[in-house]
């Protein structure tokens, strides 16, 4: 289990996020904002992950952004090393249809949106946190609800695709080792972002 906290004057998150279990034990979210809590619970469900998201917060605005920052530092915690890298689904939701593309390989880049502003700015920052490329493109559909939640289901989808563990690092630059050292006591938990 990971546990990722990140508290702004604006909000206060938990995340602590785990692959599933088999069976898995589902996920909680809580975050003041019943429509973002359920495409949370959605996308984690479809990614495979268990665990639990509690934010609270001045604005939605707020709130989402940040939930998608410290979920998207999480998860870059629980891909596998030699995971299958890559994934891509195209999921059908009534009117709707929506796919979704992601490479976890360490370097961010997102492209596409959903006809929500606060959801298409909430999928790009869990991308830039979780270090992923991430393409989301609506290819038919009218209805908002619909459209939004293709989506999110169809990056949970591709992203339990990525996490799939192999026997090799599916890279041909081999293992990327990093070094990062925190100066003056600190520990990784209490370092800071803007």
């Known amino acids: 289990m990971v546990k990722v906290v990140r508290n702004t004057k604006e909000t206060q998150i938990t995340v602590r996020i785990a692959r599933a279990a088999s069976p898995p034990t589902g996920a909680r979210v809580s975050t003041t904002l019943p429509f973002f809590d359920h495409m949370l619970a959605t996308l984690l469900r479809y990614a495979g992950i268990d665990g639990e998201i509690d934010a609270v917060g001045d604005l939605s605005h707020h709130i989402m952004e940040d939930v998608a920052i410290a979920l998207g530092r999480a998860v870059r915690e629980i891909v596998p090393a030699s995971c299958a890298r890559y994934g891509d689904r195209i999921v059908p939701m009534d009117d709707a249809l929506v796919l979704a593309a992601i490479d976890v390989g360490g370097r961010f880049h997102f492209s596409g949106r959903v ?32 459209l939004i939640e293709a989506g999110w289901k169809a990056i949970g989808l591709a992203l339990r695709d990525a996490m799939v563990e192999g026997d090799a690092l599916f890279s ?15 520990t990784p938990e209490e370092g800071t972002d803007s």
């Open 115 to 146: 006809p929500n502003a606060l959801h298409t700015h909430a999928m790009r920052s869990f991308a830039e946190h979780l270090g992923a490329t991430l393409h989301v493109k609506v290819i038919s559909g009218r209805d908002r609800h619909h």
């Open 172 to 186: 041909t630059k081999g293992s990327i080792s990093w070094s990062i050292e925190h100066e003056a006591g600190s």
